[in-house]
């Protein structure tokens, strides 16, 4: 089975303090994502990468950075982490379908409260 | 407008009775589509994929596609307790196999 491991399930961190979110998965995907999930917006893409050292920019990019160093792991920085960045964090990774999207495996996702 | 538009429910069965879900969505390009199940605290997982118009089978889920009507649902037969959860819609433009847009979700409740 694909595994999504995010390394922490709760946060709760100061507004101003770097935060650091962790993704491995091991199903050697080449795809992997960052969402962040709120009650009545769904699930909306903060940035992916689609290889090594690659990444693009989801729709909610402001605020967020990330670092693909190794094809298992993605992470998450907020580098001032402010109130409005309080939500739940969604890692997810798929395969390159033939032809069509692979299937996004989700993490058990991480719950940020920042104060 | 929203990419994908869904109900947020509650939507309320029996026990034993065909939960619909819908779920209409706004740009024609878009190519695939796909219904993940959410339970409470959990991480969505994938129930059921469909690209082309029709109906695709798979147990007791049954996803429709009608890409002319921008629609597509998703049916649960023979519902069950375990069946409540939140379903989420999500889409596919085709032109860009990373961009999912999801949909806020429906949560279904099944009562015994």
């Known amino acids: 089975d694909v595994k999504v491991t995010q390394s922490s399930r709760y946060l709760v961190k100061r507004t101003g303090e770097k935060v650091f979110l962790e993704c491995v998965q091991d199903?050697?995907?080449?795809?992997m994502f960052w969402y962040r999930q709120d009650p009545g917006l769904g699930l909306r893409l903060i940035y992916f990468?689609?290889?090594?050292?690659?990444?693009e920019k989801g729709d909610i990019p402001e605020g967020y950075s990330v670092s693909r160093e190794k094809k298992e792991r993605f992470s998450l920085i907020l580098e001032s982490a402010s109130t409005n960045q309080t939500s739940m964090y969604l890692c997810?990774?798929?395969?390159?379908?033939?032809?069509?999207?692979?299937?996004?495996?989700f993490g058990e996702g991480s719950r940020l409260t920042v104060l | 407008q929203k990419e994908v538009e869904q109900n947020s429910g509650p939507l309320s069965v029996p026990e034993g009775a065909i939960a619909s879900l819908n779920c209409t969505y706004s740009?024609?390009?878009?190519?695939?589509f796909f219904w993940y199940r959410q339970y409470s605290g959990k991480s969505p997982e994938l129930i059921m994929s469909i690209y082309s118009n029709g109906d695709k089978e798979d147990g007791r889920f049954t996803a429709q596609l009608n890409k002319a009507s921008q629609y597509v649902s998703l049916l649960i037969r023979d519902s069950q307790p375990s069946d409540s959860a939140t379903y989420l819609c999500?889409?596919?433009?085709?032109?860009?196999?990373?961009?999912?847009?999801f949909g806020s979700g429906t949560k279904l409740n099944v009562k015994p």
């Open positions: 990468s689609y290889d090594v050292k690659m990444k």
């Open positions: 997810a990774s798929s395969s390159v379908g033939q032809g069509v999207p692979g299937e996004l495996f």
């Open positions: 740009d024609r390009v878009s190519q695939s």
């Open positions: 199903m050697d995907h080449e795809n």
């Open positions: 999500a889409v596919n433009l085709g032109n860009n196999f990373n961009k999912f847009y």
